[in-house]
């Protein structure tokens, strides 16, 4: 077992936790589980054209020739169920945007937001999209030089939505924390199509 040096090898150990589990997670997710919603098929095509607030399901979908995703950024009651792809895609993006912020040190809307960002059209590719998210987030402060490591880890930057915070808390937060908990959903989702918990 390797000595915790820095908060860079706590970020590396918590890159690393979370790509395993949602590996793990992700191995066996059928095409069937990947799409799968709790209303019935006649209630889905009204549920589609409602706006995202209003929805009972959140989900990836094709409109007018573009992959999009539902989201609003408020808390809603009670909250819509979320696909395995909604999740995924989630996953990914969220990740995408927390390391443009923080290496680009400005928050999302002023050169890219979240319409910026593709939503892949299907499993596999979604499945690369999170692992390629997270390989490029663990290549940051990897490239980090070893005497630059505490400052770069401390520096402030933006999170998404422009709250200042160091770099480390938004590779915690904005990424780790983020997809343990989203792997989580993504295993109770399994329980519940497979054994309808």
């Known amino acids: 077992m390797k000595n915790v040096m820095s908060s860079r090898d706590v970020l590396l150990l918590g890159l690393d936790s ?55 950024p408020d808390v809603l009651d009670p909250p819509p169920f979320t696909t395995v792809a909604w999740l995924m895609n989630h996953v990914a993006q969220t990740a995408d945007m927390y390391l443009y912020c923080i290496k680009s040190g400005k928050p999302e809307g002023r050169d890219r937001s979240w319409e910026d960002l593709s939503v892949p059209p299907e499993q596999g590719a979604m499945r690369d999209y999170i692992y390629q998210m997270l390989a490029d987030v663990r290549a940051y402060p990897v490239s980090i030089p070893a005497g630059r490591v505490n400052c770069e880890m401390n520096r402030l930057g933006p999170a998404p939505w422009g709250k200042m915070r160091p770099a480390y808390m938004n590779i915690w937060g904005g990424v780790v924390e983020h997809a343990l908990h989203h792997a989580a959903q993504l295993a109770a989702r399994k329980d519940r199509i497979r054994y309808g918990y």
């Open 18 to 72: 979370g790509e395993s589990y949602i590996r793990e997670v992700l191995a066996d997710v059928s095409g069937e589980e990947y799409e799968w919603e709790p209303i019935l098929l006649s209630e889905r095509a009204a549920d589609m054209l409602l706006p995202p607030e209003r929805k009972k399901v959140w989900r990836v979908y094709r409109r007018e020739g573009k992959w999009k995703y539902d989201y609003v």
